[in-house]
């Protein structure tokens, strides 16, 4: 393009070298903005002519030519020209070759950097209300789960070493908590982004009679931004919505470490249908859990882009600088990237079958009721700490005898503290552990089903 | 410590080996918590009394123990043994030590996993506490400075480029604006983690008859957790804070590129006080702006930080692990980093002299009212497209006559668009522009002072 | 595609899901590698055939179709397949459909771990080699600067604040220093990764009787890898890469920020060329630095390369995970983004005019040559730090009487130390202040028109 | 202290505000440099004098007075002053008080710019080779356990599914080589930073006549940095120093990962020795694998070490600037982290007991040698696509006959493929298939021996 041709050519006396135009362009990625671009720009023009800064008729010609625009990019048919830097020009000069000179006014009183701040702004209020009810769905997903195998029992971990038996349920509604709080942040992220930045112009604000408000009520936003300075240097709301993501993520990544260990045919839990797995091609017996393999290491791809983010931004001066354009694709790949995580996650749920046999044979391994026994020497009036070592000599002698506290008699338990009575054998199974803890947010049947039941009060 | 005395001892038949223990010890960094630790045991232990667990006698002598600790850590003279694993075994021990056996019944119903989620949520509401009222005083700086410096001129810059005029109390107070939206991320983050997680035991709640909303209460939590597997496996509340904490240097990371810009002898808009700057060793002249470069290098050091705890939480198998014990010291040294930044800073910038008249000469630079020409020819009905290219080839013009715009007849600027008339003149200078920018969040100094006056109305 | 037909549908009763393919697939980032992936083939299969594991026929077969498969893939007009895993099964499938059974016969011996791994390193050594040609021509760009600008004196700057005058070409020459590190670095990246993976098989090796040492032959490999587990588990190579690409963007953001500084109307030090600028689309008059800029930016995305990587290894069980596919998009991005910069700037740096009297002229402010002054002290015996102390005072004398140390006469400097005679009116100007500096890695000319003669007889 | 006695005071009319002083002191971390100082200025003192810039008396002094120093340092008895702003004014100070007048000849021709930088490469020498030692020690440590193991089997794993049987001791060599690279790294990042600074003085070089190739003979630098700018501005030594011990903390946190899923009842490989293990202060039964959950977190912290670096380099104008003293914590932080963890995994694997006859069954499982039936079916001439699928019904069938494949009969094997013969009894036990991986790197005993005596021959 000739740069006498550009938006900005006027004060150029030599053309743009083809390298840095092809150096600078955005074109090849932030094209995926048109349609908050031209939402964002109907509104501009809508404006425009309401304040008399352009005529009602060229408001019509600008309008109509945008839609047209659209429409075409909807189909797919737009004639995309990569001589065009970014997307706000592809569309421009698109329109202004469609509906001439009223063209020309649509930039009126605005620039390329309040444009990009809305932009963002409409795109992500989008995605991250793709992704609430994304998330929403994971968390129904493990919600439906914990409903269906709410009897069924699994040894719960610290360390990775057996610690006490818990159920399946509450083991799965951990991540419809975690889940939540990662529902609630991105919702609040979304709060402090839903501010309208138009009028900010370059960074000063416009000296054209603009109504801002006008536009954020077109735009459906509840309010504008308050200065202008900060409108076109600020990008908090990129940082804030990858980390809300990252945390979304590295959720997903715990969950998805235990279903490769517990697919493990040491551990043998779960089994992934066949459809959500994968084999070897050189191993014909494999059969791999590589989705969750890969949203675990898609959680590594987030946190970088996180990290460019805020490498980004970091004693940035002020106001807007051309560095602000480097953060589009981290966002955009991020939106794609948790998205795809949080539907095949939600999916593949769907697709485990859990081996209950093993898991509650697992839960009585491992002395996994022993503190069971140190609770009830507790209320017998033994202090704790006393209780605990009374208990892990118990524990001692059962793995030097090959025992298990189930295995002992009264006589043997006698042996470590004189007190021990029948009583003791109502807490030395798993299903007696499971069914002590009624403590809030504990593990008892009753419990998990409470909780169940106010989840789906609300 | 031989293992038998350990809290853990009774299971194992060697003692732990000593370069073990000094690996995995914690209580060189973890005492900074002892406030919160000890607070915690006097509701657990109130609550454990109510309950019938230990007896009123009992509550009392553990309360009055860890009182009597508190008063000793707090006047330093509290004997701290190297061979404490915990700051939790180091007051424990010390209170069994005082009190006998009752000692031994405080950690009843109760694990470290909890435990330590307890404390770190007390310490960080304290803390985050903290960093709102710094926050606050820095905002209230930044307000202050902003009123007295209202009707100062300052050239604002794009890409580094003299761009616009603009108030320097705009630009003061989109700092303002920053600081506004990082008390509202603290808020949010304080609001997760104001949950109250004793009860959640080692991971699956106990069996004994706790009242957790009772220890709530006592400790001003509005809720308790709903799911104990959550609960000792959570570090959201610890990453989401440093995020804040990121967010909160990054701007002071702005701000301070600037003050270093700023500070230059080419800029020259700045002075900050001898007190506030260092010399050199080799170079009697220099005067350095030390405290701004650090708070920006600073930034660096969080932003590790916040790297640090997402990779220890990535893909982490559920509940809880020792990799967790690392989340303190990235937890620590972010809170003391951006506490003793927000601080230096509104001390600083109460030690800041602007050089009003270099920064009025400079916002008179670089045709900083062009904007203004092009937005006179829009409300002529000129196309602004067309408008951008006609002062960009007046400004080209002046350019190569060595002229600026307030320099140039009505004549001259005829021969690039006939239509210009004498009311041209209403905007050339910066005064003038600033003073048209009277949209909503502009520079105008009336719309400067409005947004002041809201500000101090709230 | 069923999965019947999969490289590795045998043991499955269940089609792949759809989505869990889309999921999974790398095809679309992968096809990338089809070149090496090819070549890599063709050594393979003319070893299978020098061991008689498959026949010449076959193997020439084999290298025909794959070379046949090559071209078309050059040429662009492959068919692709979405249904393809990934590069080698869009391969290896289209092979058997064209040469039947014998295309069968390829993966004798091989798994896609291994496979992977030789196509990463060949295409890494390829695009290392191209990097060290860049960034070779970028230090030639930085030598013939100097060399063409080696008269030229610049304020040198600690803490941005005017320190020392020193020589542009001095200055530029640091950055050859750096970039002579990075090619270092990355030759030592590139001889650790230069080492032939093929024959690991999936992790074990394999039981066939395979050539390594023949492959690495025909691959130029000077090496084949010692442990089959250690080499389909490593990505060493791809974090070493990013990390030593990370220090090239460093170096390239240091250049940049002092480039975009350096063309502020307030330094005024260099204007970069119309064609390496562009404007703005409201502001006629702006022309802005946005080449530095984006690769000042850029930087953080390199790092947020790194940090994926690293995330992704961290705690990542043995041997092959899925994962570690998630490897190729940081790398290929990270190649793509430094090349493109590396050439960006190298070309931008014969746009640059330096402006050498405001150079020069700012290289006199600031009381430049004060440690000049101080080592004239020195020189006659007084002790550094009380020199030190007598030039602080002289400056700050200066300032109070708005002077300039060259401003000063002899009396007046006597006031502050008896002994200042003629002489050191030898030490104040810049040019003798630069003169002086004679020391090895000195700015002194004579010192750095021997470093570059040094460089050139390299 | 006052200003006026700062070693930068002459020039400034205010004394620095407490709060200045206590944010700029890098005293409580720095001290720990003071062993480099001190050898660094006795090596500066004796070039002063040997150059005739301070009298061989006055040279004398000063090494005397510097010895006196740091024999108190290093006894603990030297009274730091908090004023002191960092180790070379509490080391400069301290001389002279004690020797008078020569003390402020110490700092001729120098600045702190390029004393630090000589303190930081003199001490990432020192603490480089201790490293290099223990990463030496650790790789022993495998060595010998491999040895100690040659004969024991292991299920390989790929997806963390079983994959095909190795050695333990195949494994184990696996981590010698990954440390073996870091070594290397190490070492090449030892080789770019091992050049001599001092001479570069603040930036520019000085005046005064030092012969900077005697002080790089004297403290043992093979050559001497060629450029003063870059010489005050470089922390790349720094940086990949960083980089190559997160390399060295990710390798230990896989070996690491590992351990703690071998520990685990389910996989039960291996038992890490009471010693090295700690337990539960609420479930008495409990033995973790705390010290590899550790180092396996502390991982994270070294990346975040590495972020924190890079983005305090990123964007910085040269050439010295405050923000580098943020180098230095986790420079240090590095070093002790990655020292302990050396440490205390070399020693921990003496202290490890594998569980051979697990895991021989666990390598039987997971028809872990069907890739040798897929490899038999090869040398028959059937092409391995065919072979792979062959094995894969095979197995299917297995699976719905709860079969393992040395349980099937000929004639099942002939059911799917006829080719089938005894001989294909000959590859179907573990023992078999590891010794059939006889290609170099391969698992087979006699490759994984020669591989050891490889190792040791060197």
Redesign the interface.
């Known amino acids: 393009m000739k740069?006498q041709e550009?938006?900005?050519?006027?004060?150029?006396?030599?053309?743009?070298?083809r390298?840095?135009e092809a150096?600078?362009s955005s074109l090849h990625y932030d094209r995926r903005l048109y349609r908050c671009d031209i939402e964002g720009s109907i509104a501009h023009a809508r404006m425009l002519a309401r304040q008399g800064?352009v005529t009602k008729g060229e408001a019509r010609a600008i309008c109509a030519g945008l839609r047209e625009i659209l429409a075409e990019m909807e189909a797919g048919t737009f004639p995309f020209h990569p001589d065009d830097?970014d997307i706000?020009?592809a569309i421009e000069n698109a329109l202004?070759e469609r509906i001439g000179?009223?063209?020309?006014?649509?930039?009126?009183?605005?620039?390329?950097?309040d444009q990009i701040a809305l932009d963002i702004r409409l795109y992500l209020r989008d995605e991250i209300g793709r992704m609430l009810a994304l998330v929403g769905s994971l968390k129904s997903a493990f919600l439906e789960l914990a409903k269906k195998e709410c009897g069924v029992v699994l040894s719960?971990?610290?360390?990775?070493?057996?610690?006490?038996?818990?159920l399946l349920a509450?083991?799965l509604?951990?991540?419809?908590?975690?889940f939540a709080?990662d529902e609630?942040?991105l919702r609040?992220c979304l709060k402090?982004m839903n501010v309208m930045p138009l009028?900010?112009?370059?960074?000063?604000?416009?000296?054209?009679?603009?109504d801002?408000?006008y536009v954020a009520r077109l735009l459906r936003f509840p309010a504008?931004?308050?200065?202008?300075?900060?409108?076109?240097?600020?990008r908090?709301f990129a940082?804030?919505f990858i980390?809300a993501a990252?945390?979304v993520?590295?959720h997903m990544?715990?969950f998805?470490?235990?279903l490769?260990?517990w697919?493990?045919?040491?551990?043998g839990y779960v089994e992934i249908?066949?459809?959500?797995t994968?084999?070897?091609?050189?191993?014909?017996?494999?059969?791999?859990?590589?989705?969750p393999?890969?949203i675990?290491?898609?959680?590594?791809?987030v946190?970088?882009?996180?990290?460019?983010?805020?490498?980004?931004?970091?004693?940035?001066?002020?106001?807007?600088?051309?560095?602000?354009?480097?953060d589009k694709?981290?966002l955009f790949d991020t939106v794609d990237t948790v998205q795809?995580c949080l539907?095949?996650l939600a999916?593949m749920i769907g697709?485990l079958t859990f081996n209950r046999e093993r898991m509650e044979a697992?839960a009585k391994?491992?002395?996994?009721t022993?503190?069971?026994?140190?609770?009830y020497l507790?209320?017998k009036g033994v202090?704790?700490?006393?209780a605990?070592?009374?208990?892990?000599?118990?524990?001692?002698f059962c793995?030097q005898q090959g025992k298990t506290l189930t295995g002992l008699t009264l006589m043997e338990f006698q042996t470590f503290y004189k007190g021990f009575d029948e009583e003791l054998f109502q807490?030395l199974t798993v299903r007696q552990?499971?069914q002590?803890?009624?403590?809030?947010?504990?593990?008892?049947e009753e419990?998990v089903r409470r909780?169940i039941a106010?989840i789906e009060g609300r």
């Open positions: 740069t550009k938006p900005w050519g006027g004060r150029f006396s030599e053309p743009t070298d390298q840095v150096f600078t800064i830097e706000h020009m202004t000179g009223a063209g020309g006014k649509l930039h009126t009183g605005r620039s390329r950097n719960g971990y610290t360390h990775l070493q057996k610690a006490q038996p818990v509450h083991y509604l951990a991540f419809w908590e975690m709080r609630a942040r609040d402090r009028g900010a112009a370059a960074l000063a604000g416009t000296g054209l009679p603009l801002r408000r504008v931004t308050a200065n202008s300075i900060d409108t076109v240097s600020d908090d940082a804030e980390f990252s945390l993520m590295m990544s715990r998805c470490e235990d490769v260990l697919s493990t045919d040491e551990f249908a066949d459809a959500f994968t084999g070897s091609s050189i191993m014909p017996q494999k059969k791999n859990p590589d989705v393999e890969l675990r290491g898609k959680t590594g791809r946190y970088g882009h996180l990290v460019a983010m805020l490498t980004i931004l970091k004693g940035l001066p002020m106001t807007y600088n051309r560095d602000l354009q480097e694709e981290p795809a539907k095949i999916a697709h697992g391994g491992g002395f996994s022993a503190t069971d026994v140190a609770e507790v209320m202090p704790f700490r006393e605990h070592g009374i208990v892990g000599r118990i524990v001692s793995i807490c552990s499971i002590a803890r009624r403590v809030i947010g504990g593990t008892a419990t909780r106010e």
